[in-house]
């Protein structure tokens, strides 16, 4: 039973956790500039655009200062996927223009 316990208790703990890192995984900080950022609903929408990127750790939307500062896993995505959803989410990101379909989409306060 000992032997049993012990087995599952392992398997619980080397099971794929959340999204955190592992440790050996690196961290990179990158700050996106959002010149077409106008609103708090254009925010909502970036940082929600950002949540469903895989290796993401966290998203920050400055409204004042037009940028977003993301950590992500540089393991799993780089700058450019980082600013491709973003563009997807119909906002400029740096020199990546925003996607015209989505732009169209938004809520007219973000046009």
């Known amino acids: 039973m000992k032997k049993v316990l012990t087995g599952i208790t392992l398997l619980i703990f080397t099971l794929p956790g959340c999204s955190k890192p592992a440790a050996s995984e690196s961290i990179n900080v990158a700050t996106i500039q959002l ?38 896993v540089p393991a799993k995505l780089d700058i450019g996927k980082i600013e491709l959803a973003i563009s997807n989410a119909g906002y400029d990101a740096d020199d990546v223009k925003r996607d015209s379909t989505a732009y169209e989409n938004l809520s007219e306060c973000c046009k």
Do not use: H, Y
């Not at 909502?44 to 200062?65: F, H, P, Q, W, Y």
């Open 35 to 72: 010149p077409t950022l106008k609103c708090k609903t254009c925010v909502r929408t970036i940082k929600t655009a950002l949540a469903s990127v895989d290796g993401i750790e966290s998203a920050e939307v400055n409204l004042d200062s037009k940028n977003a500062v993301v950590k992500f």
